[in-house]
C-alpha cells in the first residue's frame, strides 16, 4: 500500500503511517471530518488493511 500517495490525494487524511507492533505491521489511519463531526482513529493489520482500503475506495463497503 502507498501511504505517501493516498496522503496526497485523500483530503480526509490527517496522519497515515505503519508501524511494528508485536512482530506485525500494523497501519494508524486518522480521518478528518467536518465539524460538527470529530475526526475518527482507525488501525488494522497490514495484510487486512490493504483489502479494507480497497473495497471502501470502490464505494462497496465502508470502514468500521
Do not use: H
Not at 482507525?42 to 470502514?63: K, T
Request: net charge negative; proline share 6%; with cysteine.
Amino acid at each position: 500500500m502507498d501511504l505517501d500517495y493516498r496522503k496526497q490525494w485523500d483530503q480526509y487524511v490527517k496522519a497515515l503511517y505503519e508501524q511494528e507492533c508485536n512482530g506485525q505491521t500494523v497501519v494508524y489511519w486518522e480521518v478528518k471530518y467536518p465539524f460538527p463531526m470529530s475526526n475518527r482513529d482507525v488501525s488494522f493489520p497490514q495484510a487486512c488493511g490493504a483489502f479494507l482500503l480497497s473495497v471502501y475506495n470502490a464505494g462497496v463497503g465502508v470502514l468500521p
